[in-house]
């Protein structure tokens, strides 16, 4: 068992800054939000190399090369300069330029997209930067999965995060921060926790980080069947290890000591622009229940 101090609800709060988008490691987490502009590699072509083979190489399409590379000859089967060096952004998308006063749901709808997803792609930064990362294969269309056709296709998870009921203290999505007059997103729910407690896995699924995390304090994450990943934050005790198999109820850790705290839980689904946060509401029915 690993014992840490809790964190204050203001803490949990800036939990929402810190998450980020790309595949948890089984043994190590990155500790920050990395922008995909900032993700940005170079490719030297080689003989015979083409614009539809570099894309292939770098699981993207010919269109998102083409955006990034003005210069790329865009006939197809053509082949590439010898030695020409090819941006290669982390995956399809386009940057594009940002008129002032823009806001991330504001972008959102322009592009089709979600204003969370813009928000961790682009670095968790509340406020919008002059030029950002806008995933999709092309203009105007994420390649996210859509409100319209989540609730057809999205598996459930049967479980509740913890042993016993508890009040929803921040909900998921854009709230008001709770000591400075702005807004912050939060991609989870914060439980208020009175008492010591049990935290459980809400589905069967593999444990693929348990450890501290910048940010999370001890942090717990189970990886589901479907693309599905659970976050469990905030706790000061875990109890299983990376590579375990746990069941739906199946007891991982508790939060909780001396005092009233908070159990910081997130639900996200894997895209191709890796883990994204989700609405756990749209995941756990046992939610509806408390």
Known sequence: MRRLPTLSLVAIAQLSILTLTLPLASAAVAASCPAALSQLQQHQATAGETLETIAARYNLRPATLARFNGDLNLSSGAAVRVGQEIVIPPFDGQVVAVTAGSSWQTLAEQYNSRADLLFEINGCVSQVPSRVFIPGANRGISRTVTAANRDAIAP???????????????????????????????????????????????????????????????????????????????????????????????????????????????VRRNSPSGWIAQDPGEYLPALELR
């Not at 991982?252 to 908070?262: C, L």
Request: charged share 10%; no cysteine.
């Open 156 to 266: 459930q998870l049967p479980g509740y995060p913890l042993s016993q009921p508890a009040a929803i203290q921040l909900s998921y999505g854009w709230q008001p921060h709770p000591s400075q007059d702005e807004v912050v997103f939060n991609s989870g729910l914060a439980f208020g926790v009175p008492v010591p407690t049990e935290v459980k896995a809400v589905g069967a699924g593999t444990v693929a980080f348990a450890g501290e995390r910048e940010g999370y304090g001890q942090l717990l994450v189970i990886n589901h069947e479907q693309g599905l990943q659970t976050r469990y934050a905030n706790l000061n005790e875990i109890s299983v290890s990376v590579g375990q198999s746990v069941s739906t109820g199946t007891t991982v850790g508790a939060v909780g000591a001396d005092q009233p705290t908070y159990l910081y839980f997130e």
